[in-house]
């Protein structure tokens, strides 16, 4: 068999291709991130079934006190910010629950990239998750309970996204913990509700004071702890994440 | 003064119990376990 | 030549492993002094003239919050920090042993609560604010012996139990501060003012007796419970092996 060598025009001829840079850690956290809101999105079952609870729980405690002792408008940020804690909770535990499959975590552990990108990536694609439900409750909340929006809507925008950061970050690093565990579903509602406490209350007794026209500064001494627990904890969770991962 | 002193009572009778009960279950989970080493004990000496 | 270790001690990997046959010291002081500390609390202490009898339930209330959070607590932080520094198991087994000894004292602080707030104040529960910052500790402590039952692997077990340790520590003061801001919003209705400040000679000596006892009771609680962790480890060690 003849040996048949035919040259190449130069734009085909095989480079070897340039050395990969693995992704620095800001980088790789929204890489995750997107992988899992992707994940998310193709199957959607999460994010559906965290919207219908949040509906249905907002629709249930309507009618589970009088509403002619009470004005729905006082009940409203109580309802409010359990269901979002509660809806958080549901995001959450799929956060790691997706590694599962496959021994996923594996693969990811062995990328090139910083453990707490791990961590932060996941920790916004669960904020978006969390966000997402605000999204959708907040304004139902306004119209079952005759809740008028109209000029505090930013404000609480504003505490929402506070508050949903500080339940995901403490979140997502329990989710990390509890999936390797035996009682995972249980366990992270136990683990984790004790640490929403502050972020709750804060978020609840702000709402209820915008809601009832009082100026923002009244509310400062709850923003404050609010603040602080975001900033503490957003640190200390980060560096405590690569503890909940080693081999 | 107030005649409540079946408060403090009570209070004291629970607090006593409380501790000394957890002081029985470690005793009684101490023995469990002395029984489980010797078992152990014996059962890796009758390998040897 | 006499074994100079103490009596039914025997040394393993683990470090020593108490084999039973000596009555606790430690601990039976504890209990004696605890006892003492009745006495003198229900014979020998003056009766507050505003509250009644029922004052007397500080004596025991105050002092198993003191043990509870300053010790208990404390001593599971800061080992849990250690452990992750140094690794050292040790360090997990005082923390787990803190931890459950914590929890009998907490149990005690939320129960003898109530019977102090029903005289005093009317009703069971108010949620005043230490007795609702007890409570999350109770919570969060039986959130760590559940982790902790839930993680069969040692050294897991150990590395997340320190992480939940670490972060619980940091919660504490949270919890303080918005239980503390919503009390000064939602005063309760105090039906009689709880002690005043300046008590009488008397009355603080059976206090400082009393932390001094609860102290020592925790230490000897503390140290049979690690006790118990270390024979444990080292039993599942030998069933392991075979």
């Known amino acids: 068999m003849p040996d048949i060598t035919v040259a190449l025009p130069a734009p085909l001829v095989p480079r070897p291709a340039p050395a990969a840079t693995p992704p620095g850690t800001l980088r790789a956290a929204w890489l995750v991130a997107r992988k899992d809101l992707a994940i998310e999105f193709r199957t959607r079952t999460a994010f559906f079934s965290a919207m219908v609870f949040a509906l249905l729980g907002i629709t249930i405690f309507y009618f589970a006190w009088d509403a002619t002792a009470v004005a729905a408008i006082d009940l409203a940020p109580g309802v409010l910010w359990v269901i979002f804690t509660f809806s958080g909770l549901l995001g959450l535990q799929r956060s790691f629950g997706v590694e599962q499959a496959d021994r996923a975590m594996d693969a990811l552990l062995a990328a090139p990239v910083d453990r707490e990108a791990i961590y932060l990536g996941k920790a916004l694609a669960n904020l978006l998750f969390v966000v ?9 909340v306004a119209l079952f309970y005759n809740v008028p929006l109209g000029d505090v809507w930013l404000p609480l925008a504003g505490i929402a996204l506070l508050a949903a950061f500080g339940i995901v970050v403490v979140g997502t690093l329990f989710s990390a913990m509890a999936v390797n565990t035996r009682l995972a579903e249980l366990l992270l509602p136990m683990l984790s509700l004790p640490f929403f406490l502050p972020v709750v209350m804060s978020a609840a007794q702000t709402t209820a004071r915008l809601l009832a026209g009082r100026p923002v500064a009244e509310a400062w001494p709850w923003l404050r702890i609010l603040l602080a627990f975001d900033l503490v904890f957003i640190v200390a969770c980060t560096l405590a994440f690569p503890y909940t991962v080693e081999e | 003064m107030p005649t409540n002193a079946g408060y403090y009572e009570a209070a004291y009778v629970a607090a006593a119990v409380i501790l000394v009960g957890y002081a029985l279950t470690l005793a009684v989970r101490m023995r469990a376990l002395r029984v489980r080493l010797e078992a152990a004990r014996d059962q890796q000496d009758g390998r040897e | 030549m006499t074994d100079a270790a103490p009596e ?3 040394s393993t990997p683990h470090g020593p492993s108490y084999q039973g046959g000596g009555v606790d010291l430690l601990l039976l ?18 009766v507050e003239a505003v509250q009644g009898p029922a ?25 849990s920090g250690l452990y992750l520094w140094l690794r050292d198991e040790k360090l997990d087994r005082v923390a787990e042993s803190a931890a459950e000894v914590g929890l009998a004292f907490t149990t005690v602080v939320l129960i003898t609560g109530p019977l102090w ?20 500790l109770w919570f969060l402590i039986l959130g760590y012996l559940l982790l902790r039952g839930a ?8 590395r997340y139990s320190a992480v939940l340790g670490l972060l619980a520590a940091i919660l504490v ?3 303080h501060l918005s239980v503390y801001l919503f009390r000064t919003l939602h005063p309760m209705p105090i039906v009689l003012k709880p002690s005043a ?5 008397e009355m603080q000596a059976t206090f400082f007796a009393g932390f001094f006892a609860f102290a020592l009771l925790f230490a000897g609680l503390l140290r049979a419970r690690y006790r118990l962790a270390t024979l444990r480890d080292q039993v599942l060690d030998l069933e392991e092996s075979h």
């Open chain 1, 132 to 140: 997402g439900v605000q999204v959708i409750a907040l304004p139902a």
């Open chain 3, 8 to 10: 039914g001690v025997r």
């Open chain 3, 29 to 46: 002081s504890g209990f004696l002094a605890v006892a003492a500390v009745y006495v003198r609390a229900i014979a020998f202490t003056p």
């Open chain 3, 55 to 79: 004052q007397k339930i500080l004596y025991v209330h105050a002092t198993s919050a003191f043990v509870a959070l300053y010790l208990a607590f404390a001593l599971l932080a800061v080992c």
């Open chain 3, 117 to 136: 707030g029903k005289p005093i104040w009317g009703t069971w529960w108010t949620w005043d604010a230490r007795l609702t910052a007890t409570l999350f």
């Open chain 3, 151 to 158: 993680v069969e692997e040692r050294a897991m077990r150990a």
């Open chain 3, 173 to 175: 003061p949270f919890i």
């Open chain 3, 197 to 201: 400040p300046s008590m009488p000679t």
